[in-house]
């Protein structure tokens, strides 16, 4: 075949749709840190579209006693067990344990889909303050200590509160996505999908996690402000 051959059949090829994500349907989920308010709620939300949940805590005691009053489709484990048995892991311990928690966790998270939604926020009497880790982010941190992982970064801008809400039976906002694969990430997206209202959108590489991290300060100044719970949209798209 002669190189305009080539560049006739890659003409003919259709792009693919961008909104074309696979079926996640089937996948386990482990939550890190699923006791706290973010990531009980993130729990709660897929479980209820149907999600397999396993939720991780340092003491797994608490871990399944939290899973007992989520009800149907959560179990509670220790973060090891959490981390094994999950096709992909949900990262959402608070700041200050983030990389000691990824650090013992290294092997047993070996191979899996991490999804980091971990802010580095400070707090003083100003309100809260974007923090930069020494890697450029949360995200980049959890892939330097994680390096046989596929590290991606999610599910930052979701309010605790409407996410553990049984009143609220849509969350309508955006979930920006980052990571180096294309394909670990429309998988994050589809997950974000599954929630009613909300939408995964590819945002880009995991160098640009910063910014995205670091946005939850000022939703964080605006709800306060407006006594809400912002979320975001990205138009256009």
């Given at each position: 075949?002669?190189s305009?051959?080539n560049?006739?059949?890659?003409?003919?090829?259709?792009?693919k749709?961008?909104?074309?994500l696979?079926?996640?349907?089937?996948?386990?989920?482990?939550?890190?840190?699923?006791t706290?308010?973010?990531?009980?709620?993130?729990?709660y939300?897929?479980?209820?579209?149907?999600?397999?949940?396993?939720?991780?805590s340092r003491?797994?005691?608490?871990?399944?006693?939290a899973?007992e009053?989520?009800g149907?489709?959560?179990e509670?484990?220790d973060?090891?067990e959490?981390?094994?048995?999950?096709?992909v892991?949900i990262?959402?311990v608070?700041?200050?344990?983030h990389?000691?928690?990824?650090?013992?966790?290294?092997?047993?998270l070996?191979?899996?889909?991490?999804?980091?939604?971990?802010?580095?926020?400070?707090?003083?009497?100003?309100?809260?303050?974007?923090?930069?880790?020494?890697e450029g982010?949360?995200?980049?941190?959890?892939?330097?200590?994680?390096?046989?992982?596929?590290?991606t970064?999610?599910?930052?801008?979701?309010?605790a509160?409407?996410?553990?809400?049984?009143?609220v039976?849509r969350?309508?906002t955006d979930?920006?996505v980052?990571g180096?694969s294309?394909?670990?990430?429309?998988?994050?997206?589809?997950?974000?999908?599954?929630i009613?209202?909300?939408?995964g959108?590819?945002?880009?590489?995991?160098?640009?996690?910063?910014?995205?991290?670091?946005?939850?300060?000022?939703?964080?100044?605006a709800?306060r402000?407006?006594?809400a719970?912002?979320?975001l949209?990205i138009t256009?798209?």
């Amino acid at each position: 075949m002669t190189s305009a051959d080539n560049t006739s059949t890659a003409q003919r090829r259709p792009a693919k749709d961008p909104w074309d994500l696979p079926d996640v349907s089937e996948l386990v989920v482990g939550v890190l840190g699923g006791t706290g308010d973010q990531g009980r709620g993130l729990v709660y939300r897929l479980a209820r579209s149907g999600q397999k949940m396993i939720i991780g805590s340092r003491a797994a005691e608490r871990a399944r006693a939290a899973a007992e009053e989520l009800g149907e489709g959560v179990e509670g484990a220790d973060n090891a067990e959490c981390a094994r048995r999950s096709d992909v892991v949900i990262v959402a311990v608070p700041w200050e344990g983030h990389a000691k928690t990824l650090e013992g966790l290294r092997d047993d998270l070996a191979g899996k889909l991490v999804v980091d939604c971990v802010n580095p926020l400070g707090f003083d009497k100003k309100g809260a303050y974007a923090i930069v880790p020494e890697e450029g982010s949360a995200a980049q941190q959890a892939a330097a200590l994680l390096p046989e992982s596929r590290v991606t970064a999610a599910f930052h801008h979701l309010s605790a509160v409407l996410l553990q809400d049984p009143e609220v039976q849509r969350i309508e906002t955006d979930v920006m996505v980052l990571g180096e694969s294309r394909d670990d990430c429309e998988t994050v997206q589809a997950l974000a999908g599954r929630i009613p209202g909300m939408r995964g959108v590819y945002a880009g590489r995991l160098r640009n996690a910063h910014q995205v991290e670091s946005l939850v300060a000022n939703l964080i100044s605006a709800n306060r402000r407006y006594k809400a719970h912002a979320g975001l949209r990205i138009t256009d798209v």
